[in-house]
C-alpha cells in the first residue's frame, strides 16, 4: 500500500496549470490516493449600498468565476481516474486556512508551487511558503520548475554532525521519507552531505588559537565522513549514491541538482526560536537558490 493516502493541491490563486498540479496529478495516479484541490483566494468583493446594482453584478461574475472553475476542474480531473475534490476557499489568513485544512483532511502531504517573492519583500515579510516550512506538520513539497511530472532522481540532503537533527531523529525521517518517494516513482535516491569546516576555525577552541595542522582537519573530516558512511549503511544507500561534499549546504546543494538533473531534494525543517527563526535555515534559503523542488518534512516530537 502507498504511503500517500490523500493529496493536498494549494492551487495558484491565477488558477493556471502550474508545475504543482502536474506534480499532485501524476503523484496521485501513480499512488492510487484521493486528491483534494483547494484555491486559497481573495474573499468576496464588499457590496457599498450606494452602487448596490454596479457590486452586485461585479460579486456575481466574482463568484461565479470560481464556481465554474470547481466544476470544471472537478470533471477534468475526475476524467483522469482521479478520487478528487475541487474547491475555491475565500480566505484572508491563507496559512490559517491552509492549516485548518490539513487539519480536517488529514492529508499526507501538502503540494504547492514556490512563490518567488522579491527579495526586499522578503525582508520586511515572511513569505507564506516559509511560514508553511515553520508551520505545517506534515510533509511540504514546494514545487519549483519541473522537468517531468513524476520525479525521475531524488536526493536526500542530510547532516549526521548536527547534534539537533541526530537526537531528533530528522536524518531518519528525511531518508525513509526520499525513500519512499523513490520507491513510489520508480526513481534513485541520492544521499548528500553538504558538510562545512569553517565553524570549526572560527571557534573559541584551544586548537584553533594554536592553529589548525592538516593532521587536525583531516581527523575532523574523516569523523564526519564516518558518521555520514554510517547513516547511509543503516538505511542500505550504496556507495554510488553517496555524495560526500566540503562546502556550504545550499550552495552545495545547488550545484549538486544541476549537475544531476535532481528533481526533488528533501530536506528537514528544525524547530527554532529567536534570532535563530529570524534568519531562516537552510531548507528556506534552498527554497529560493536551488533550480530543483523541494519536499521538507518536520522534526518528529515538535508541535
Known amino acids: 500500500m502507498s504511503q500517500y493516502q490523500r493529496l493536498l493541491l494549494v492551487c495558484d490563486p491565477s488558477l493556471q496549470q502550474s508545475p504543482a498540479l502536474l506534480r499532485a496529478v501524476a503523484l496521485a495516479k501513480t499512488a492510487g490516493s484521493a486528491l483534494d484541490v483547494r484555491a486559497y483566494v481573495d474573499p468576496v468583493p464588499v457590496v457599498h449600498l450606494w452602487q448596490e446594482k454596479v457590486d452586485d453584478t461585479e460579486r456575481q461574475r466574482y463568484l461565479r468565476r470560481y464556481c465554474r472553475w470547481e466544476a470544471e476542474e472537478f470533471d477534468r480531473l475526475s476524467e483522469l481516474g482521479l478520487e478528487v475534490s475541487v474547491k475555491a476557499v475565500f480566505s484572508t489568513h491563507p496559512l490559517l486556512d491552509i492549516l485548518r485544512t490539513i487539519e480536517d483532511l488529514k492529508p499526507d502531504m501538502l503540494i504547492k508551487d514556490v512563490a518567488l517573492e522579491p527579495v526586499l519583500k522578503r525582508v520586511f515579510m515572511t513569505p507564506l511558503d516559509c511560514h508553511l516550512l515553520r508551520e505545517c506538520k506534515i510533509p511540504v513539497h514546494l514545487v519549483n520548475h519541473i522537468r517531468y511530472s513524476l520525479p525521475h532522481r531524488i536526493v536526500a540532503a542530510v547532516d549526521p554532525f548536527d547534534p539537533s537533527t541526530h537526537i531528533s531523529g530528522l536524518n531518519d525521517t528525511i531518508i525513509q521519507t526520499a525513500n519512499s518517494l523513490a520507491l513510489q516513482c520508480d526513481a534513485p535516491l541520492h544521499l548528500l552531505y553538504a558538510y562545512d569546516l569553517s ?12 592553529g589548525w595542522g592538516v593532521d587536525i582537519i583531516e581527523e575532523l573530516r574523516q569523523s564526519l565522513h564516518q558518521a555520514f558512511v554510517t ?20 550552495p552545495v546543494i545547488g550545484e549538486f541538482v544541476e549537475q544531476y538533473l535532481a ?21 528556506e534559503r534552498a527554497l529560493y ?15
Do not use: C
Open 199 to 210: 565553524p570549526a576555525f572560527n571557534s573559541d577552541a584551544p586548537l584553533a588559537g594554536g
Open 231 to 250: 547513516l547511509a549503511q543503516r538505511h542500505g544507500v550504496p556507495p554510488e549514491r553517496r555524495h560526500f561534499i566540503m562546502g556550504l549546504p545550499v
Open 263 to 283: 528533481d526533488v531534494v528533501v530536506m528537514g525543517t528544525v524547530h527554532r526560536v529567536g534570532f535563530d527563526r529570524l534568519i531562516g535555515s537552510n531548507t
Open 289 to 303: 537558490s536551488i533550480p530543483g523542488s523541494i519536499l521538507a518534512v518536520r522534526q518528529h516530537g515538535r508541535e
